[in-house]
């Protein structure tokens, strides 16, 4: 069970909207889970929750594992856009996991 002992740190900020824990929390869980998946080490996850006019935009940034991952996705959905962000979230490192393990 030595795999779930590293840290995930998620730190969510609201802008042009009121700070909301169900959106806090869906985005918090659903980014862990992923992101547990496939780092190795204690990692400080920063994601941005934004509306702008009739976009709703979810963005993250954070490096893990020598690599910065920047991904941003806009739905009219906050929780689309979540969703949205974290599958590609999940493909990015995906990749790089690849990349990594090719490296023999």
């Given amino acids: 069970m030595g795999e779930s002992n ?3 740190n ?10 909301s ?12 889970n992923t992101v547990q998946k496939f780092t190795h080490h204690d990692t ?11 976009r709703q935009i979810a963005e993250t ?10 991904v941003k996705e806009e739905s009219d959905d906050l929780y689309l856009s979540i ?3 974290v599958d590609t ?4 490192l995906r990749k ?3 990349k990594l393990t090719s490296h023999h």
């Fill in 6 to 8: 590293k840290l995930i």
């Fill in 10 to 19: 998620i730190s969510v900020s609201f802008i042009h909207l009121d700070p």
């Fill in 21 to 32: 824990d169900p959106l806090k929390t869906y985005a918090s869980d659903k980014i862990k």
């Fill in 44 to 54: 400080e996850i920063h994601v941005v929750l934004k509306v702008e006019k009739n």
């Fill in 61 to 70: 940034s954070f490096s893990a594992d020598g690599s910065t991952f920047h």
């Fill in 83 to 85: 969703d949205k962000m």
């Fill in 89 to 92: 979230l999940a493909h990015q």
């Fill in 96 to 98: 790089h996991k690849e």
